[in-house]
């Protein structure tokens, strides 16, 4: 069974996963991380130094050290969902998603038809990769229920330094 597979099934079955976040584009570094035997590492496109350009060496090594790689993308745009897809992810976290219909428009930026619209390429693409939203506004917790229950979205992720400026915390 592919890995990713594997991993979001552990997160629909909401099995407990540990992972972590890597802002440093060395992939040495994230090879360390995933061997400490966690599930899953975080390329963090958003607001480490990594670019799509380390994301091959990167994903390899996270993937030989038996953890899934992941990358928080930089905007909740198709092209920056496909590209770290394209380039070896197993699966995205997508920043500052407010809605339902942000998060349906995501969704199909990561699923290949008939589901989505995200278009075939990449030799390093998972064949079924997972969509994980960023919840980091009130907004988005206002429209929360409706944002779990869109197909295609496998699980959320807190900001919780930007959800507590925008509650005014």
Do not use: K
Request: net charge negative; glycine share 10%; aromatic share 4%.
């Amino acid at each position: 069974m592919p890995m990713a597979d594997t991993f979001r099934s552990r997160l629909v079955a909401r099995e407990r996963v540990y992972g972590a976040w890597s802002v440093i584009p060395s992939a040495l570094s994230v090879r360390l991380l995933a061997a400490a035997g966690l599930d899953y590492v975080v390329i963090d496109l958003q607001h480490g130094g990594a670019t799509e350009a380390d994301l091959p060496a990167m994903t390899s090594a996270i993937r030989l050290a038996g953890a899934t790689p992941i990358a928080r993308v930089r905007h909740a745009q198709t092209a920056d969902i496909g590209r770290a897809l394209d380039l070896g992810c197993e699966g995205v976290i997508v920043p500052n998603i407010d809605s339902a219909a942000q998060a349906r428009q995501v969704a199909g930026a990561v699923r290949y038809p008939p589901t989505g619209y995200r278009s075939a390429g990449g030799v390093l693409a998972a064949e079924d990769p997972f969509c994980l939203v960023m919840v980091e506004s009130a907004a988005a917790v206002a429209d929360l229920e409706a944002t779990v229950a869109v197909d295609g979205v496998d699980g959320l992720y807190v900001g919780p330094r930007d959800l507590s400026l925008s509650l005014g915390r």
